[in-house]
């Protein structure tokens, strides 16, 4: 079975239980409905589809009463922020920062549940070779599900803050949907904080597989895959530069042709690398200059605490809709779009141009990762081993011309925003 194909089956599998096509009965109408027709399937994931929908854009839903989902992940800027600040502020009084940037949450549907080992399929790759950790949701794959993802917001004590299962459902029993949430969840659902605040978690994840909202493929780059529009001299050039394994391989992680089954490219193989972005002294929790933020070792997850061959990888997030952020890898770091492309082409041949100066001239390279974690450091190309006073892989032309390509990645419903 195809990489691909078995993408799509999973979902098709996660829709089932999402839908509770296979949940046990608890009764009629309770949280698990129990087997269901196609019809019913439908109809259900359409009630919670509505549900989630106002679920997302309600502060209520927040221990601040001013903070929605929907005030991090804007739909106007393809479920991403709209600011340019490295991280949001949440918490109860909405004076806690955050840790990490905000990712889109737009064409996450096709995204694996992580794995340690994984291989591509005959569409992309080599299935002997081991691509090692790969899939699940935010930056550092802790979640598999939209519906796991949801809960962390929640009650992180950073974003939305409620103090448990128990707040969430206080807030949903009040607000003006609660009628439509016991219709779908059971008259008694709200008795029962625990399965109250899962069955949110579930509409919320399954408004996330709305298609129109979060999946449409309206790009100019997917109309000219269909032979619906045209590219300019100068963007056919950046996507050559962007496949080009000398140039830019920026497709060896950012997946940018259809799969053999013709499903839309993804703009990302799902995988976690780590390639050493600049430390971002604007996130407060940077000022302890002991705090490091590694990834998938730590400190938000937890279950690879130890595992140093891991830390400093973080998720490659799909590039699609990537010209409407104003902030840039997990840390926010860089504030345009070139910059991070530049960054790739000139990370070791011009460190000093990214990295600070140590006090004694030399560049503290590398700096948001400690020594010891360096062989994790990603050495494909464009990086390629390449050392300080190397001529980089990419010319200044190059860059602007593989951007002017990344802008043809915009959905239809996102081109009236101001390009970054």
Known sequence: MTRRRWKSLAIAIAAISTFGLAAPANSADGFHPGPLSRAEAFARAKALTALGRKMFFDPSLSASGKQACSSCHDPSHAFGPASAAPVEMGGPNLDLPGQRAVPSLRYLQAAPAFTEHFHDSEDEGDESVDNGPTGGLTWDGRADHGKDQAKIPLLSPFEMANKGAGAVTAALRKSAYAGEFKTVFGQDVFNHPNDAFDAAAEALGTFEQSAADFYPYSSRYDAFLAGKATLSTQELHGRALFEDEKKGNCASCHLSEPANDGE?????????????????????????????????????????????????????????????????????????????????????????RWYPTNTDGTIDKYDDLPKAYWPNLNQDPPFDGKKPGDKPALTDAEIDDIVAFLRTLTDADQRAEPAN
Not at 264 to 293: E, H, K, S
């Open 264 to 352: 839309p490219p993804q703009f990302t193989d799902f995988g976690l690398i780590a390639i050493a972005v600049p430390r971002n002294p604007a996130i407060p929790a940077n000022a302890d200059p002991a705090y490091a933020d590694l990834g998938l070792c730590g400190p938000l997850r937890t279950d690879f605490r130890g595992r140093t061959d891991y830390c400093g990888l973080f998720k490659t997030p799909t590039l699609r809709n990537v010209a409407l952020r104003k902030s840039f890898f997990h840390n926010g770091e860089f504030h345009t779009l070139r910059d991070a492309v530049a960054f790739y082409a000139s990370r070791d041949t011009d460190p000093g």
